[in-house]
């Protein structure tokens, strides 16, 4: 069993900035591909990115190529989001996930998930 517990939500106006991390409790932390997901209110919950075990690959939703980034620190069994030039549509709650196996944008796909992060940005 992995638990990951997520940090670093909050509220920034529309342009700043935010970082999201989540530490995973695994001592094979580096099998594990990672990923965030979000769900805004009364909306279905979408990909947002994911890295390999090895943080070699990654890949974006559209909506968040070139401004949000994700990486990873297998010493320290945490994957961070770096969430740049956001937007008010970008508000939602986020959640970290894992999944025994390669990185992927399915959600059904993803083994563990934290219990999430609220990100609201204003205009």
């Known amino acids: 069993q992995v638990q990951l517990v997520e940090s670093g939500g909050g509220l920034a106006q529309a342009g700043g900035s935010l970082r999201l991390s989540c530490a995973a409790s695994?001592?094979?932390?580096?099998?594990?591909?990672m990923g965030w997901f979000r769900q805004a209110p009364g909306k279905e919950r979408e990909f947002v990115a994911t890295?390999?075990?090895?943080?070699?690959?990654?890949y974006y939703a559209d909506s968040v190529k070139g401004r949000f980034t994700i990486s990873r620190d297998n010493a320290k069994n945490t994957v961070t989001l770096q969430m740049n030039s956001l937007k008010p549509v970008d508000t939602a709650v986020y959640y970290c996930?894992?999944?025994?196996?390669?990185?992927?944008?399915?959600?059904?796909?993803?083994?563990?998930w934290g219990q999430g992060t609220q990100v609201t940005v204003s205009s």
């Open positions: 996930v894992a999944n025994w196996g390669g990185a992927s944008i399915v959600e059904n796909d993803y083994d563990y």
């Open positions: 695994t001592q094979t932390f580096g099998r594990y591909a």
């Open positions: 890295i390999s075990g090895s943080g070699y690959y990654t």
